[in-house]
C-alpha cells in the first residue's frame, strides 16, 4: 500500500505521498510544469517530462535524476493523438504504466495579443487545439492505461482567466474547466479522478513576457497583495494527485491569491 503519509517521519523514511507511482506532466521543460514536475518526484513517483522544448526537457528529466528522482523525457505535441499515444506508451515502457497526468502544456509565453473577432482563424484554431483539446487528447491517450492500474488522478491547469475578460485564452480556461467536469463523470466509474488547478497572476517568465509592468498592477485586486510563485501551485498539485483527495473530482481549484470570487 501507497503511503499518503506528508508528516516529517514519514518523509524521513523516503516514503512520499506518490510513491511508485508513475506521472505524465506535459509541459515540464519550464515555468511551472518544471516545478510539477520536481516536486511529483521527491514524492517518490517516477515522471515523464512531456514537452516540445527538446533541450530544457531533457535538462529536467535529468535534474530529477540528479536529485535522486526517476524521469525520462519524451517529446510531445499535446495537440496530436499519436504524440500523445507515443508519449502514454513510454511511460508504460520506462515505468511499467500510468498512475496520474498533470495537462500543464500551454500557448502563453510567445501567445500573441487579438479579439475573438479578429483573430486569424489558423492561429486560432492552433492555439485551442493546444490550450484545450490538448487535456482532452492526452487525457484519451492515458486512460486505459490508468484503468489497469486500478485508476488515478488528471491535474488540468486552468486559469482564473476563465473567469474574467481574457479573449481566446480565457475562452480556452473555460473548455478545460468543462473537460474536467465532464471528463470526471465518464471516467469516475474506473476510479480515475479529474480535476482543475486555476492559477492567479503567477510570476513566471512567461508572464513577465505578456504581462510587463502590468502585474503590478494585478496585485491591487488581490486579498494577498503579492504575485503568485511557482512553489504556490505545487502543494495544490500534489493534494489533488495523490490518495489524500480521493473523494475530489470534477472540482477547479483557484490558488490565486483571491483574485476571483466565486459561488
Given at each position: 500500500m501507497v503511503s499518503t503519509s506528508s508528516t516529517d517521519?514519514?518523509?524521513?523514511?523516503?516514503?512520499?505521498?506518490?510513491?511508485?507511482?508513475?506521472?505524465?506532466?506535459?509541459?515540464?521543460?519550464?515555468?511551472?510544469?518544471?516545478?510539477?514536475?520536481?516536486?511529483?518526484?521527491?514524492?517518490?513517483?517516477?515522471v515523464v517530462v512531456a514537452d516540445l522544448n527538446t533541450d530544457s526537457g531533457e535538462r529536467v528529466a535529468k535534474e530529477i535524476e540528479a536529485d535522486g528522482g526517476r524521469a525520462v523525457f519524451v517529446?510531445?505535441?499535446?495537440?496530436?493523438?499519436?504524440?500523445?499515444?507515443?508519449?502514454?506508451?513510454?511511460?508504460?515502457?520506462?515505468?511499467?504504466?500510468?498512475?496520474?497526468?498533470?495537462?500543464?502544456?500551454?500557448?502563453?509565453?510567445?501567445?500573441?495579443?487579438?479579439?475573438?473577432?479578429?483573430?486569424?482563424?489558423?492561429?486560432?484554431?492552433r492555439f485551442m487545439s493546444v490550450n484545450m483539446d490538448g487535456a482532452l487528447v492526452m487525457t484519451r491517450a492515458v486512460y486505459t492505461h490508468m484503468q489497469k492500474r486500478g485508476g488515478g488522478s488528471i491535474v488540468n491547469q486552468s486559469s482564473t482567466a476563465a473567469y474574467l475578460y481574457s479573449g481566446f485564452y480565457g475562452l480556452a480556461k473555460v473548455g478545460v474547466n468543462g473537460l474536467t467536469q465532464q471528463l470526471a463523470h465518464e471516467v469516475g466509474?474506473?476510479?480515475?479522478?479529474?480535476?482543475?488547478?486555476?492559477?492567479?497572476?503567477?510570476?513566471?517568465?512567461?508572464?513577465?513576457?505578456?504581462?510587463?509592468?502590468?502585474?503590478?498592477?494585478?496585485?491591487?485586486?488581490?486579498?494577498?497583495?503579492r504575485m503568485g510563485q511557482v512553489d504556490d501551485m505545487v502543494g495544490a498539485c500534489l493534494f489533488l494527485l495523490s490518495d489524500e483527495a480521493a473523494w475530489v473530482t470534477a472540482q477547479i481549484l483557484a490558488v490565486d491569491g483571491g483574485q476571483v470570487f466565486r459561488p
Open positions: 517521519e514519514g518523509r524521513s523514511t523516503g516514503v512520499g505521498r506518490l510513491q511508485d507511482k508513475v506521472v505524465i506532466v506535459t509541459g515540464a521543460a519550464q515555468g511551472i510544469g518544471e516545478a510539477y514536475a520536481k516536486a511529483i518526484a521527491k514524492e517518490g513517483a517516477a517529446r510531445t505535441d499535446v495537440s496530436d493523438q499519436a504524440s500523445a499515444e507515443a508519449a502514454a506508451a513510454a511511460a508504460v515502457e520506462s515505468f511499467g504504466g500510468i498512475d496520474g497526468l498533470v495537462n500543464n502544456a500551454a500557448i502563453y509565453g510567445d501567445m500573441q495579443f487579438d479579439l475573438l473577432i479578429s483573430v486569424d482563424w489558423d492561429y486560432y484554431r466509474g474506473m476510479g480515475i479522478r479529474v480535476n482543475a488547478i486555476a492559477p492567479g497572476p503567477t510570476d513566471t517568465a512567461a508572464t513577465r513576457t505578456q504581462a510587463g509592468d502590468a502585474s503590478k498592477e494585478l496585485v491591487k485586486n488581490l486579498a494577498i497583495k
